[in-house]
């Protein structure tokens, strides 16, 4: 009975109230088609229509084309108007910045046979497509928005070939390409005469291998930033970064005992060795040798010492006179090597000598020294092929003399030796004991030679 009665009260009222019915229903299907009549997705549809003289015009519900680019709407109407009068209403259709316009006749239809109507739009194929350095694709997410149209972003994920499709409509779009730990943002002009559009994004990823040791090549536990990432070096020192998209990023290495910094050339390593260096140089050799003139010569061997050492980078040399010190400049002669000139000084100076060598890690070793200059060394002016000899800078006359006196020395020692010789002789031979002894004579009868035995 409730139900009956329900129906009969809002006949009722309609009665009373004079309420029309309903002139028509539409089932309208509306279409999007670009320009070379491909379906388009996301184009926006809507219908404007007459509700009745009281509520006046009204709109649907905006819905979105689907992939097939059609989109159904369905719409009523509460006027009656006079039966030679027929029913109108305007379809939109807006994509992008752009909205197109169409004025139907209504109709009573149904949803077996809807109306269709189809607008052609601009409207393109974005295709992005996302490569390494060496032309390999990328799996990440692709992201396109533009800066003129209001919440008009869309997202794609990369197909095996490293591309993503959109449909779009003519503009400016900004194009980001992101994966977990890197992005790239470019950006496209869509249309414009140009019509559809492939973008190709190459991004470079960088794999870097980091290794932190000391001197001795021993690993060290170290603070790892590479661009805007960070890492730290595991037992063996290392640290590895993956996909770095940043070809000249800077480097910055901290361990317990020191801080590093470096700008990378990617493209060109993929792996680095830092390198603390914690031991000081080494002066092996150090002395000072001084000319006739008076100037003095600094001599050094220096070594930085350890198998992965930083080298020598610097040999700093100053001399102190009375107190006062003066830089000189340093030379290399060789290999870890050095000299340093101090200039002349008088007879009489002491000269203090004082070495800091440095190497590329900022150790530093010191040495000192110091010589005098005793006396003036005359100097002789040589005429080229007549170096000084054995009696150099002694006067003829004084060579002369000495030579005669040399001479007479000589020959008196002679003379001397000589008499004193014949002395010796003569006083032997007087005291001898045979001395009034004759010799025998040469004279002497042989002894005679006894007879011959008789013959038998």
Known sequence: MEPNRAALFALFAALLLGMPH??????????????QYRPLEGVTMYVQYQLNAVDGAKKTKPKPTNSSGEVLLVFTNYEQIEGSTEYSYTAYAQY??????????????SAKEPRAYSFIVEGYYLVVRALDQYG??????????????????????TDSYGKAVFR???GEYDIKAEAVDFSKTETVVVGKGSGDLNAEMRIPLYTLDLRVMDDAGAPLSADVQVGERTAATDASGKARFFNITDPTPSLHVRTASGFKTEKLMLEK??????????????????????????????TLFA??????ASGIESVAITYEIAGVSNPVSTYSVGYNSFEAKIPAQPPGTMV??????????GNTATGTGSYSILKETPIVQVEPGKEPGLFAGLPFEGLAVAF????????????YFNKKKEAEDTNEASNSPYKDSQPPSSQAKPPEVPPSAPKA
């Open 136 to 157: 390999a694709p990328l799996s990440l997410n692709v992201t396109i928005y533009s800066p003129v149209i209001a919440n008009d972003s869309k997202t794609e994920s």
């Open 269 to 298: 390593q993929s792996s680095i060795d830092i390198i603390f260096d914690s031991t000081k140089p080494v002066i092996k050799e150090l002395y000072s040798t001084v000319s006739k003139t008076g100037a003095g010569t600094i």
């Open 404 to 415: 005669v006196a040399f001479v007479v020395a000589v020959y008196a020692a002679v003379y």
């Open 168 to 170: 779009v409509p003519p």
């Open 303 to 308: 070594e930085d010492s350890g198998p992965k």
């Open 352 to 361: 203090k000598y004082f070495v800091v060598v440095k190497d590329k890690d």
């Open 96 to 109: 992008g910045n752009n909205t197109y316009t169409a004025g139907l006749i209504a109709g009573n239809t």
């Open 22 to 35: 309903a002139e028509f229903t539409e089932y309208l299907r509306l279409q999007a088609f670009d320009e």
